[in-house]
């Protein structure tokens, strides 16, 4: 009775092993996907750290009126509004949207997640253009025409892709 048992136990303990190696294995594999279209884009680092390292590159290079902009806010209409109450206040002039996304991107490449998340659809009627807010450090923001108002209407992408391109450490 008690080889048996101590029989029983060896496996039970090996299949425990076995269930937290696949475990950490799966979490590692999860980790390694995040930012890419494999996983939608999703996020690697929380929004919490994220929002901080974007606040932190603005304290530095964007003037305080624009500040309000400078989080990770994916929600459409609170986005739309943050941006809208920015600039009708006229204390963040547009002039400084490059900035602004510059910081956001941390100077990463953030195209193939806005082309995943349809920026370049047929129906915006803007072709290509929104992907330079995407890559900001890339063809760069020198002037903001009236076929931009489309793609600051969709601030809240521009965000969850910024936030999506930040690199674990």
Request: glycine share 4%; aromatic share 8%; with cysteine.
């Amino acid at each position: 009775m008690r080889q048996k048992c101590l029989q029983m136990f060896r496996i039970l303990a090996v299949f425990c092993i076995l269930v937290a190696v696949t475990y950490a294995q799966d979490a590692q594999d999860k980790e390694a996907k995040c930012g890419t279209a494999e996983s939608e884009f999703a996020p690697c680092v929380t929004k919490e750290r994220a929002d901080n390292l974007f606040k932190q590159c603005c304290k530095q290079y964007v003037p305080p009126g624009c500040q309000s902009l400078c989080q990770y806010e994916t929600d459409e209409v609170t986005a739309r509004n943050i941006l809208m109450q920015a600039i009708k206040t006229e204390k963040c002039d547009l002039k400084h949207t490059s900035a602004i996304l510059f910081c956001a991107s941390q100077n990463q490449d953030n195209r193939k997640c806005c082309e995943h998340l349809n920026l370049t659809d047929a129906k915006l009627g803007v072709g290509d253009r929104c992907l330079r807010f995407c890559d900001p450090a890339g063809e760069g923001i020198n002037t903001i025409s009236r076929s931009d108002v489309t793609c600051l209407f969709n601030w809240n992408v521009l965000m969850y892709c910024h936030h999506a391109g930040i690199q674990l450490e």
